[in-house]
C-alpha cells in the first residue's frame, strides 16, 4: 500500500480551532501543524576572532500548554491546547486541512452594516476598498501612497460606520494632535484627543492618542468596536502590542505606507496581528489596476517577462 493511500484510508481527526481575542488556539495542539510556525530574527553576534555579525535565529510563532486540570487528569493530560497569533489562523486552518484533520471552529466574523458612501462623498473621495475591508473583516492593513491622507482615511471609516467606535493609536503625542485635530473638520463633535495624566469622562466616536495614553485608566477597550495603528510596524513594540492585546472585541486595521519593505521577523509579525487581507490606497478616490507587460524584440517576438511566455497573449489594462 502506497503512502498516499494509507493517509487516505485513515480515520479523520477532529481538531477544535476557536478564536480568543488576539489568538487563534488548536485543541488538541497538533504538533506536526504549529511545529510549521516560525520566524527569523537577525540579532548581533560576535565573531569568532573579533568584531561582530548578524546572525539569523529561528523564533517560534506558537506555544503549546497544559489544557485546565494540569497533567494530574488524564483526560486533560493528553489533551494540550496550541496557541498562536490570531491573524495566523487561516494558516492553520490550511494546514490541518492539508494533513488530514477535520477542522471545528467557532471563529467568525460578524459583518458590519453597509457603509454610509452618501456620508463620506458629502465630505471627500470615497475609498471603496478600504471601506469594504473594515464593514467585511476582523483585521487588515491598509497599504496607502505617498499622497494618502491617513486622517481623512479614518474620517471615511467612521462616517461610513457612525456607530463604530474607533480608537486611533500612535506612538507619538505630537503625531496624536495633528490627527484629531484634522479629524476635526469632518468629525467636530466626534473626536476625543487623550493624554497622560487627564481624566477622559466621555469618549467620543473616535479616540486619538498615544499608547501611553489610550493605555490609561480613561479608556476601556474591550468596549471598542475597531482600532486603527496609524503604523502597523510601529505598533509592534511593547506598548502598541499592549494597545492590540487590550483590545480583545475590536478589529484592528493597521496603515502602511505601500512602498515600505520589512524585515522577515516583522512581516511574520506584521501578518500575526493584522492577517492576510489588504486594501491598496493608492490615492484617495483611486484604486491599483494591475498591468500585463510584454517586452516585443525585432523580430517580434515576446521575452518572458513576469511570468508570460513565447505565444501567450499578452493584454494591458486601462
Known sequence: ??????????????????????LAT?????????????????IMANGRQQGCHLEAAPRRLYDVAEAIGGAGNKSTAEA????TMAGLEPVVRHLL??????????ASVASLPEPN??????????DLGLLGLVQNEDRGIVRCGPKVDLAWCVAEVALAFPNLSIVVATARVDEAKSIARALRRWLPDDVTLVRSGHLCRNPR?????????????????????????????????????????????????????????LAPRDADHLRGFFGFQEAHVPMHGHRPL???????????HIRNVAGIVPGQIVSWNV
Open 26 to 42: 488548536v485543541q488538541p495542539a497538533c504538533p506536526d501543524v504549529l511545529g510549521c510556525l516560525w520566524t527569523v530574527e537577525h
Open 205 to 261: 466616536q473616535v479616540v486619538v492618542g498615544n499608547y501611553t495614553a489610550i493605555l490609561g485608566d480613561c479608556l476601556d477597550l474591550k468596549r471598542r468596536g475597531l482600532v486603527i495603528a496609524v503604523d502597523a510596524v510601529e505598533v509592534l513594540g511593547n506598548l502598541g502590542l499592549t494597545v492590540l492585546n487590550a483590545a480583545v472585541n475590536a478589529r484592528l486595521l493597521g496603515f502602511l505606507p505601500d512602498d515600505r519593505r
Open 80 to 83: 494540550p491546547i496550541g496557541t
Open 97 to 106: 486541512q492539508e494533513k488530514g484533520y477535520r477542522v471545528q471552529s467557532t
Open 117 to 126: 458612501l452618501g456620508a463620506v462623498r458629502a465630505h471627500g473621495a470615497a
Open 1 to 22: 500500500m502506497s503512502p498516499q493511500s494509507k493517509t487516505l484510508t485513515e480515520p479523520c481527526r477532529c481538531v477544535k480551532l476557536t478564536r480568543v481575542g488576539n
Open 290 to 300: 494591475p498591468v500585463d507587460v510584454g517586452l516585443a524584440g525585432a523580430g517580434g
